[in-house]
């Protein structure tokens, strides 16, 4: 499979613990976002990488979330001190070439805090 | 900043049955829009894209849109409906230069066999 995978699929957490999603973006793209869906709504956005360069930030929700894509290959998204409302499903997507919008995204990390 | 609007929530139609969902996009200048689709248990699927051009769009799985400026609209249409099209229906618009999506709400789409 040559698609976008997120892992894990599923973590369960309790309120206040530190939790990390990894993406592995199909290898050539060298664009990488992150998104987050709530029950009932799109995809929001949250992060934007252009190779390791992480050009956009200022949609994380809060100083809690942050991400990383140290060699330009996969990345993680870290939530700190989980709360419940940061329940949601947390998706991946790349791409790269010529074809500006060609996004692949992965299955998503479905996030319930406790 | 842009925003998009799915006018429906959960439309429900049996087999044969035409569809369409309903698109308001809220920026005056060019825009590059789209239809994503997710089926049950899978990731996002683009189904369409315009950026230019021929307004009316087509997609895969007999899916097309048809964008009209003056309406800030991009409108999903399929002729007729399967069981198999159950699914949640997106559509979203293109963001600036680094590319990111603005999405709907989506319309959860059940066809009964």
């Known amino acids: 499979d040559t698609g976008v995978s997120q892992d894990p699929r599923h973590k369960i957490t309790k309120r206040g613990q530190n939790v990390t999603f990894r993406c592995d973006p199909i290898?050539?793209?060298?664009?990488l976002y992150w998104y987050r869906q709530t029950l009932g709504q799109g995809p929001e956005f949250l992060t934007y990488f252009q190779n390791e360069a992480q050009l956009e930030k200022s949609r994380l929700l809060s100083d809690r979330f942050s991400a990383e894509r140290p060699k330009g290959s996969f990345s993680t998204l870290e939530i700190q001190r989980t709360e419940q409302g940061d329940s949601a499903m947390y998706l991946c997507a790349s791409r790269g070439g010529t074809d500006y919008y060609g996004y692949t995204f992965g299955s998503g990390t479905r996030l319930t805090v406790v | 900043a842009q925003s998009v609007s799915q006018h429906n929530h959960h439309v429900i139609l049996s087999e044969a049955a035409s569809l369409e969902l309903g698109c308001n996009y809220s920026?005056?200048?060019?825009?590059?829009l789209f239809w994503y689709v997710q089926y049950p248990g899978q990731h996002l699927q683009l189904l369409l894209k315009?950026?230019?051009?021929?307004?009316l769009v087509k997609g895969i799985k007999g899916f097309e849109a048809e964008f009209i400026k003056s309406k800030f609209s991009f409108n999903l249409r399929k002729p007729s409906v399967q069981w198999s099209d159950t699914a949640e229906y997106f559509c979203?618009?293109?963001?600036?230069?680094?590319?990111?999506?603005?999405f709907g709400k989506g319309t959860k789409l059940s066809v009964k066999p």
């Open positions: 920026y005056g200048g060019t825009v590059n």
């Open positions: 979203a618009v293109g963001e600036g230069s680094q590319g990111n999506l603005i």
């Open positions: 315009y950026f230019s051009g021929d307004p």
């Open positions: 290898s050539e793209h060298n664009r």
